[in-house]
């Protein structure tokens, strides 16, 4: 077996909620959640180096920035800190890849949504094939409406069948009744 083919180990998350360790793929997610506060602190440290930058004259009393040889000592560790989160970033990142190519996952079931796709108020939509069949001959666009929005529609419709059906009922067996009287 090919070596570069083998995901990496996922890194060690024996002190988070049980249900990220159910499967392989809940562990590669909270790994990326994990990335994701690794990518925040990264940009803090960016700021914070790039102050210890700038001139001591220019820093603002509630900067809290060190002075002298001090600040030189802070940049480099800040800077060093930076880079090591870098590396475990591009890693972490690097192995989410390799296990989406190893779990042999679909490109199209990760593919973003279109552009200006919103989507619907209620939840999960009818498939734009079955919108299309209910409206044939009709000259409207079909609109992308919610499953419960389908069926709240569907509720009317058979609501207005049913009052329609009772009246139809009450007017048959009134003719009937004036039809006897008049007999």
Not at 3 to 16: A, E, F, M, N, Q
Not at 80 to 93: G, M, T
């Amino acid at each position: 077996m090919d070596p570069s083919t083998i995901p990496p180990p996922l890194p060690d998350i024996s002190d988070v909620d049980p249900i990220w360790t159910t499967s392989r793929t809940a562990r590669q997610i909270h790994a990326l959640g994990e990335v994701e506060k690794d990518i925040s602190r990264l940009l803090s440290l960016a700021a914070s180096s790039i102050s210890l930058l700038t001139l001591p004259q220019t820093d603002d009393p509630n900067d809290n920035l060190p002075q002298g040889e001090e600040r030189s000592e802070q940049f480099v560790l800040e800077v060093s800190e930076y880079f090591e989160r870098l590396d475990s970033i591009q890693v972490a990142i690097r192995s989410s890849l390799a296990h989406i190519r190893h779990s042999r996952i679909a490109p199209s079931a990760i593919n973003a949504p279109p552009l200006g796709f919103v989507p619907p108020s209620l939840g999960v939509s009818l498939p734009l094939e079955a919108v299309n069949d209910s409206n044939v001959g009709s000259q409207s666009t079909p609109t992308m409406r919610g499953l419960q929005e389908e069926r709240l529609d569907r509720d009317a419709w058979k609501g207005i069948l049913d009052a329609l059906t009772r009246l139809k009922h009450a007017m048959e067996t009134e003719a009937n009744s004036e039809r006897k009287e008049t007999e």
